[in-house]
Every structure is written in C-alpha cells, then in structure tokens.
C-alpha cells in the first residue's frame, strides 16, 4: 500500500497545485480576498501531500519493498540503511520527486511567512510558483513515476551506483536543489512584479533573504560535489568543466549578479529592470540543468541516463517558463519604474560593471558546454571543450571580477571620484602587484603570478576597508573593538563570504599551477617518487565492507629520506552491480595534499598507482564553505528576519462577493 499512498499524494498534489495556480490568479485580478487566501492553503496543502509521498518513496527502499520498480532497480538488500535513505533521491524518478517537494517547501514558506506581503501580490507570487509545479508534477506522474509496480517482484534488487555510495553524495544533491529550486521564489515575485507593474526596496528586502537562501544553499552543493569528485573519483582533480557540473555552475554565476543588484534595488532603487531580468535568467538556467541532466543528450558520471523524450517534456517547460517571463518583461518592463540615475563611477556602476563579468563568465561556460552538444546534432562530430578553453576565456574574467570586488566597497553611492575611491587602494595595489611578480618568477608560473596578485590585492582591500569603518589607528583600540562589535551580521557576512573567495581563489590557483603528479606500476617493496617525497608499497590485503569486497595498498611515505608515516588506499568491488571503485588515500595538510590511487587491477604480480602532489587543495573547499557562511551569517541579520512590506488591506468590490 505504500506505493499506492504515495500516487494517491502526487495526484492529489496536482489538483491542488492547479487550484493554486488558477483561482488566487483571478482572485488578485478581481481583487477578490477569499479567492486570493486559496493561495496560502493550497501551497501548505501542496507541501504536505508531496511530503507524504516523499516519505513513502523513503520508507520503501527502507524496507527493500522490490516490488516497486525504482526500489528493485536501484537497492540492494544488505546496503547500509543511510545509503537506503539516500537511495531515494539517488536516481531519476526520486530526485525529481524531491526536486517538487523542495519546490513546494518554499512556497509553503512563502504562504507562512510572508503575511505582511501585499494580498495580491502574495497572491500571484504563489499563483506563478503553482504553474511551476503543476509542470513538474504533471512530468512525475506521467514520465516518471516513482510507484510504478512490478507484476514479478524480485527477490533482490539490481544495487545502487557504488560511485554515489557516499555521504558527500547523499548530501549533494539535495543542497543543489534547494539552491536550484529556491531561485524559483526569485522568479515567481519577479512574474508577480511585472504583472504589478510596481517594484520598490520594499520588493527586494522581501527577495534578498530568498537569492540569499537558494544563493548559499547552491554554493554547499556544489562545493560537496567538487570535494567528492576529489576523493571519491579517484582521478585527483576537483573540477573537469563536465557539462553537469556547468549546469549548476551557471545558475550560481548569475545568482551571485541577482544577489548584488537586489541590493542596489534596495538601497537606490536603481537597476529594477536589470535585477527583474536576472531573475528570469537564474530559474531559466536552473531549468536548463535540469534538462541536461535528465535529457539523455549527454554521458556524465552524475548524469541521469534516461529516456530523451523526458528532456523533451523539460524543454517545452523550459520554452514556456523562460519564453512566457520573457515576454511579460518585453510588455511590462517599461510599466516598472527605475530609480534615480547614477554616474558610472559610484557604487551601483561597480555592482552593474561587477554584474556584466558574471554575465560573460556565464556566457563562456554556457558556450563551452552546449556547442559540443551543437556541433553533435547538427553534424555528429564529437568535439569535445576542455580546461584549456575555460583556463583562457574564463580566469580572465574571473580576475576582473576580484579586482572590482576589491575596489567596490570603497566608492560612493550615486556619484564618486574615480581619484578619491582608488586612494586608499594604490598601495595595497603596489604591494599585490609584487607579490605578483615574486609569485610568477619564484614559481615559473605567471597564471600563478596572477592569481596570487589579484587575491592578495582583494584581501589588502578587506582589511583597509575593515580598518577604515573601525578607525584603526585613530582611535583607542577599545573603541574600535566596540565599533566591529556593532556592525550588522549582514556586514560580517560580507566580509566572510569576500575572504571565502580570497581562500578559494588561492587554492584554485595554487594547484592548477603546481600540481605534480607520477603514474607507476608497482610491486611490493617497491617505490615511486614525486618531488622530495617517496612513496614505498609496503604491503597488501582483502577487507570486506557491508555490500563490497576491497583491496587495499599500503604505502610507507618517505619524505628527505625519514619516515613520514603510511598512506592506504583501495580497489572497491560491489558484487550486486559487478562494478569496481576506487577509495584514494589522501593526507590533507595546511599547504598541500598528498594523494595515492589505486588506478586499475594492474597486471600479475604488481598494481598500477597514482600519486599527486596538490598545493594549497584544502584551501579550494574551504574557502567554498567560507562563501556559503558568510552568506548564512548574513540571513540571520534582523533585516532579514524582518519584514520589509507592511500588511496592505485589499477593499473586495462588492460584486466578487469577498470579504476584507
């Protein structure tokens, strides 16, 4: 009965997000109060009912109920119970079950939260988020159905992908969907905005917690997914500009613009339409994520290889999300009204000039992975972009950006000296552009040089500016302390996410630049070197996990010719999908990694192993989870708690028959 409850939920979803997406969209348009209060109900409903079937989905691949399809195809009985659990979102059909029921999470949260909203605002906000999932449910219940039964039930199940066995992976997507997900709520006040015709800071306070949320939620996800690509892949990289690891990429690109501009939209009232039309943008990339994952048109180690006519029913969702926003905005943009002007030098241009390189950062990514994917349509030539591409058309770009992150807390609203706002900065400049020169020549490497130069400047200019709003130095240090100590949680917050791109940005640079690496065929008691360290196999041995069979090497590490302690690594093998993973054997450290893989079975007598040498890696994950902090630090400041609208009384004519 389990599978049949958790139906019965979907379905039951879909009516009631139709109900949400039609009756509080005329109910706003007649200024009807009773027709527009449907909207919080249904979103509520919508949750719940998608969270029973949810829980349903969960509780059959618990109790290995193979009688459902995905259950049978995609588990095994003697699986640890956390990979049951995370087997549920692991695969096509349960991945998209919690696609909607995060979906359905933030407009509940939206219909709870957000009673001081305008009544037909809020309306119409929930009205567009119940088109969505209407899509969404629809494209479950008809092309993939999680609780499609069995007529013979197997007595055990195919397994799970071993590569996704892992607790980074059972994390990794659901963080990426609610970042994915969340910049739904951007789009769906933005729709609602347009049809208003009125954007004001009041709009943007209410959207900024939202971006925010979504905005730090994706920067976890994605920084889980490179972290596991380290470990768990065993290749010894971290980023392989795979055409899925872009798709969330992009949206976070353009997400990072939408956070920025809110802000000036908040603050000046400046930038309306841009922010709206970024908006639209962030979901219609998000959307195209989902399509190239689920689509079929590509092979990705993450990728869901699935029936194309499902990346079909995708596109057409895709065409009529982003095509019907983009022409709403096409009709009513000119209705919205923007701010006051402002000069190119002063704040809002820095923020606009800063939003214009992630655009083109995105437009090289979105470039670098769909024209492969052209050129194979259109002639069925495999071509394929790799870092070389993105290493010369994206880091440039990238640097721009950190040095205008640099300058732009130091310029003016609405107006500035381009003299003035760059004083402060012409020393930190003198001295980043000499670490540079050092850099490049000490290490060979004028990417390094670069690299190095930039983050250093950006990090000079965090602490002038933080000395600067303390009065380091001109007053008593007790009062400069007092003075930190009142600065808003969205002030440290900036500061934290601003040094988590200072940290990943040295350990992106660092070991792109210096990472060495030595590919050997080994037998016990021999060695492979790498730099001043040397890596002896000193043994190996069988060990048997709870669903797979291991062999695992041993190495003693030598470093100068003195003992340097042991590293092991291992050859996984998982009987139920007859498949082979490799466990690499990493020893993080400050400023490197030392990294040994069991590449492959070897030949008789002796095993083929990589060893690398990673220069300042820790420093890429942690300044990712720095990001994502300093953004979470921000959402607790009370100006995001707070409610920027005050509750608005919608009078009912009398004809509607509503009631205030």
Same mark, same amino acid.
């Given at each position: ?23 509080? #969209? ?23 009912? *998608? ?65 001081? *909203? ?7 906000? *929930? ?17 993939? &159905? ?11 199940? &195919? ?132 399509? *190239? ?44 009204? &923007? ?116 983050a250093a400047f950006l990090l000079m200019g965090l602490a002038i500016w933080f000395m600067k ?35 990943? #940005? ?40 709870? &669903? ?50 069991y590449s492959d079975a070897g030949r008789p007598g002796g095993y083929t192993v990589r060893v ?49």
């Amino acid at each position: 009965m389990t599978g049949e409850i958790g139906l019965f939920c979907l379905i039951l979803a879909l009516i009631t997000s139709v109900v949400q997406s039609t009756i509080p #969209m005329w109910g706003a348009y007649v200024r009807n109060v009773r027709l527009m209060s449907v909207a919080s109900s249904a979103a509520v409903a919508q949750f719940v009912l *998608l969270a029973l079937a949810f829980a349903c989905l969960i509780l059959a691949f618990v109790r290995s109920d193979f009688s459902l399809q995905v259950v049978a195809a995609n588990s095994y009985t003697l699986k640890p119970l956390f990979y049951k659990v995370s087997s549920a979102w692991g695969q096509h059909e349960g991945s998209m079950l919690l696609w909607v029921l995060i979906l359905a999470l933030f407009g509940a949260a939206v219909a709870v939260f957000g009673n001081n *909203l305008p009544a037909t605002f809020k309306a119409r906000t *929930l009205a567009v988020q119940g088109m969505i999932g209407v899509a969404f449910i629809a494209f479950i219940i008809f092309t993939s &159905n999680p609780f499609v039964r069995l007529l013979d039930a197997p007595l055990e199940g &195919n397994g799970f992908n071993p590569l996704l066995q892992d607790p980074g992976l059972a994390l990794h997507p659901p963080m990426l969907y609610l970042g994915y997900v969340g910049f739904s709520i951007a789009y769906s006040f933005s729709v609602a905005a347009l049809i208003e015709g009125r954007v004001d800071a009041a709009w943007a306070r209410w959207v900024r917690p939202w971006v925010l949320a979504s905005w730090c939620f994706l920067t976890i996800g994605i920084t889980t997914g490179s972290l596991w690509a380290y470990y768990e892949l065993g290749w010894g990289g971290w980023w392989f500009w795979d055409p899925v690891e872009n798709a969330s990429f992009m949206p976070w690109l353009i997400g990072t613009a939408l956070l920025h501009s809110a802000l000036v939209v908040e603050r000046r009232h400046a930038l309306v339409n841009w922010t709206l039309l970024l908006s639209i943008l962030t979901f219609t990339l998000s959307l195209i994520g989902t399509f *190239l994952v689920r689509s079929g048109v590509l092979t990705s180690v993450h990728a869901f290889a699935v029936d194309p006519s499902r990346g079909i029913f995708i596109l057409f969702m895709i065409v009529a999300a982003s095509g019907g926003a983009l022409a709403l905005y096409a009709l009513r943009a000119r209705v919205v009204q &923007n701010g006051p002007p402002f000069a190119g030098v002063s704040r809002e241009g820095s923020i606009l000039a800063n939003n214009l390189l992630l655009l083109c950062a995105t437009a090289v990514v979105f470039l670098g992975t769909f024209y492969p994917l052209l050129i194979d349509a259109l002639t069925h030539d495999k071509i394929s972009v790799g870092p070389p591409y993105f290493d010369i058309a994206f880091g440039p770009i990238m640097l721009a950006v950190a040095g205008l992150m640099a300058i732009g807390p130091f310029v003016r609203w609405r107006s500035d000296s381009a003299k003035v706002a760059a004083s402060p900065l012409r020393y930190p400049a003198a001295v980043a552009a000499l670490i540079g020169i050092l850099v490049a020549a000490l290490g060979h490497s004028i990417p390094a040089g670069l690299g190095f130069g930039f983050a250093a400047f950006l990090l000079m200019g965090l602490a002038i500016w933080f000395m600067k709003r303390t009065r380091i130095g001109s007053v008593p240090l007790a009062q400069s302390l007092a003075m930190a100590r009142a600065f808003p949680r969205a002030t440290w917050g900036f500061l934290g996410a601003h040094l988590g791109f200072v940290i990943a #940005m040295i350990g992106i640079t660092g070991m792109s630049a210096w990472e060495s690496e030595n590919v050997a065929f080994l037998r016990v008691n021999e060695s492979v070197a790498l730099g001043q360290y040397e890596f002896r196999l000193a043994g190996t041995d069988i060990t048997n996990g709870p &669903n797979y069979e291991a062999e695992r090497l041993t190495f003693d590490v030598i470093h100068a010719g003195k003992p340097d302690g042991s590293i092991t690594t291992e050859r996984r093998y998982y009987p139920e999908r007859d498949s082979y993973t490799t466990e690499a054997g990493i020893r993080p450290g400050l400023f490197f990694n030392l990294y040994v893989a069991y590449s492959d079975a070897g030949r008789p007598g002796g095993y083929t192993v990589r060893v690398n040498y990673h220069p300042f890696a820790m420093w890429i994950w942690l300044g990712g989870f720095v990001i994502a902090g300093g953004g979470m630090v921000s959402l607790t400041d009370r100006r995001f708690r707070v409610a920027g609208l005050h509750k608005v009384r919608v009078p009912a004519p009398a004809a509607a028959g509503g009631t205030a």
